[in-house]
C-alpha cells in the first residue's frame, strides 16, 4: 500500500524538477524530463520576503545564472491578479534566453488546468514549464510502476490530481465523486472499502469530510 501526500513545498519540489518521472518524457509532449545543470536561481513568496535586496548588481547575476525556478500563488499571481512587473519580468528572462519552470503544491489543478490560469492572465507559459503537485503524485507513480500493479488509487483531493493520473492510464476513484457522501457502517458493523485501492493519494481538499477519511484509512489499514 502506498500513501503520497501531496502537501510538498514548493522549494522541495523545485529542487527535485530535475528527478521526476525521467520514463514520462517519451509517454507525453507535457511530460518532460529537464536537464538542469547549471546555476539556478528559485523564487518563492517566502524567499522574496526574506531577502530584502539584491547583494550584487542584478546584470551579474543574471549573466551567472541559467535557470529560474518561480512559485506561483503570491509571485507570479495574487488570486485571480497577475502581479505587477511579472509580464515584463519573464519576456525579458525569455529574451535573454534562460530557462524558467514554475512549481507550485497546490494540487487542486493538473498542468492543465495550470496551463490556462496562466492563459487567463496573458502570460505565456507552456505546460512543459509547470510542476506541481498533482503531476509530482503522478510521477512519483509512473516511476514506481504502480501501473503494473493492477491496482487503483484513492484520491483525497481534488481535480488536478484526477486529471494527471488520467494521463498516464492509472485508474482511480474517490475525489470530487465523493464530496457529498456520508461514513457507512455496514451489516455487523463492517466498514466496506474497495479490496483493489493499492495507493492513497491526499492533497488540499476544500470538500474534505469523514466519509474520505474513512475510506482512506481502510485502504491504508486493510489493503495489501
Request: charged share 25%; hydrophobic share 40%; glycine share 8%.
Amino acid at each position: 500500500m502506498k500513501f503520497v501526500n501531496v502537501a510538498i513545498t514548493a522549494l522541495t519540489m523545485a529542487r527535485s524538477v530535475s528527478a521526476f518521472a525521467p520514463s514520462l518524457a517519451s509517454r507525453s509532449p507535457a511530460f518532460i524530463k529537464p536537464k538542469i545543470r547549471s546555476n539556478a536561481f528559485t523564487c518563492s513568496s517566502l524567499n522574496m520576503a526574506q531577502v530584502g535586496r539584491l547583494t550584487e548588481p542584478a546584470g551579474q547575476m543574471l549573466d551567472k545564472t541559467d535557470v529560474f525556478i518561480f512559485d506561483c500563488d503570491g509571485v507570479i499571481w495574487r488570486g485571480d491578479s497577475v502581479i505587477d512587473g511579472i509580464p515584463e519580468t519573464l519576456a525579458k528572462l525569455r529574451a535573454a534566453g534562460k530557462k524558467m519552470y514554475f512549481v507550485t503544491n497546490n494540487s487542486t489543478k493538473s498542468r492543465a488546468g495550470y496551463k490556462k490560469k496562466f492563459d487567463s492572465l496573458g502570460l505565456d507559459v507552456p505546460a512543459e514549464e509547470i510542476f506541481s503537485s498533482s503531476f509530482a503524485a503522478a510521477a512519483y507513480l509512473e516511476q514506481t510502476n504502480f501501473k503494473e500493479t493492477g491496482k487503483k488509487v484513492y484520491i483525497v483531493g481534488e481535480v488536478g490530481i484526477c486529471e494527471e493520473l488520467d494521463l498516464i492510464d492509472v485508474p482511480w476513484i474517490g475525489g470530487p465523486a465523493d464530496k457529498d457522501k456520508a461514513p457507512d457502517m455496514g451489516p455487523g458493523g463492517a466498514l466496506p472499502h474497495d479490496k483493489d485501492v493499492g495507493a492513497v493519494i491526499v492533497g488540499f481538499d476544500r470538500n474534505i469530510n469523514y466519509f474520505k477519511i474513512q475510506t482512506a484509512q481502510l485502504c491504508i489499514n486493510e489493503n495489501e
